[in-house]
């Protein structure tokens, strides 16, 4: 029984401790926004957090569409059924690129009356307008890397994930600092650097 206990145990470490790193990645990598922002002004940090209220809605709409597929998803392939995993990964990309393609397009097209809901002060909806319209070509592929990352965590490859999520959020780190603040002969953009990055 004990051994038992010790191999379920490993197992759920094995599952449960990659999918803690990954948010907690990504929590470090609003964190570094942050921080770095907060060097140019308050104004700045406030269109930011206005902006990414766009992106947590976006989080949220994936995060349930994904994780109701990720069920159907593990069954399926726990029981080798490949029709029905790939029509179940099928409709986890019709779904989660839908609601993207809608929210670049309100990102691109409707920034300021995005951000009008979050912010009121004109040069916050000035700063979070532009950081939305840069951020929201980004959405979709964003949506696209949650999609793979779930279906990796519902096929028993959890490396993969957290390996890109540690990538990214260095990426994300060096290319804000860069392009925030100019460094490397690069131009400062503030706010706009860090949509970029």
């Known amino acids: 029984m004990k051994q038992q206990n010790k191999a379920f145990l490993r197992e759920a470490l094995r599952l449960t401790l990659p999918i803690s790193m990954q948010f907690l990645v990504a929590s470090a990598v609003n964190l570094a926004d942050v921080i770095m922002l907060g060097r140019l002004g308050d104004e700045q940090v406030a269109a930011a957090g206005a902006a990414n209220q766009i992106f947590f809605l976006l989080n949220l709409i994936s995060f349930g569409i994904f994780s109701g597929a990720s069920v159907f998803l593990a069954q399926f392939w726990g029981a080798k059924d490949v029709r029905n995993t790939r029509r179940t990964i099928g409709m986890m990309y019709i779904l989660g690129i839908t609601a993207a393609l809608l929210f670049t397009v309100g990102a691109i097209f409707l920034p300021r009356t995005l951000i009008n809901f979050y912010a009121h002060e004109a040069s916050v909806i000035d700063y979070g307008a532009g950081y939305l319209s840069i951020v929201g070509i980004s959405y979709v592929p964003t949506v696209i890397g949650f999609a793979l990352s779930v279906v990796c965590r519902s096929t028993g490859n959890m490396k993969l994930p957290t390996f ?30 860090a949509a970029i990055a």
């Open 164 to 193: 890109t999520s540690v990538l990214s959020m260095m990426i994300n780190i060096v290319g804000n600092a860069i392009l925030i603040f100019g460094l490397l002969g690069a131009p400062a953009l503030g706010v706009n650097g």
